[in-house]
C-alpha cells in the first residue's frame, strides 16, 4: 500500500497505509488521546493518522492540494492541544516551498 501510495503521489492511500498501521500499533504501544485523535482526523477530513511505533508521537496527514488546508490544519491544532498535546506543529512535505 505503501509503495503504491509513493509510486502514484497518493496522499490518500499513504494515510490509510498510516492509520492502518497506527491501529495496529496502538495494540502494543497505546497512545493516550488515541481514538479522539481518530475522530479529530476524520472529522477534519484528514488522509489518516500517523504514530511513532517508539514513542508518544501521533501526527494527522492531510493532502497538501486539499481545499481549506490552513483552516482545517489550524482547528485540528487546536483540538489537539485542548485534548493536552503540548507540541503542536505543521510539518509540509513535499510542497516544493509554496507557502500555504
Known sequence: MVAHAVRYQDPNCLGRAATASARISQRH??????????????????????VAHSGSLIGI????????????????????????FGDVAFHPINDDGARW
Do not use: S, W, Y
Open 61 to 84: 496527514i492531510f493532502d497538501r492540494t486539499a481545499k481549506n488546508l490552513r483552516q482545517r490544519a489550524g482547528r485540528v491544532a487546536g483540538l489537539a492541544k485542548r485534548l493536552g
Open 29 to 50: 504501544l497505546p497512545k493516550e488521546h488515541f481514538d479522539q485523535v481518530m475522530a479529530i482526523a476524520e472529522d477534519a477530513g484528514a488522509c489518516g493518522v500517523q
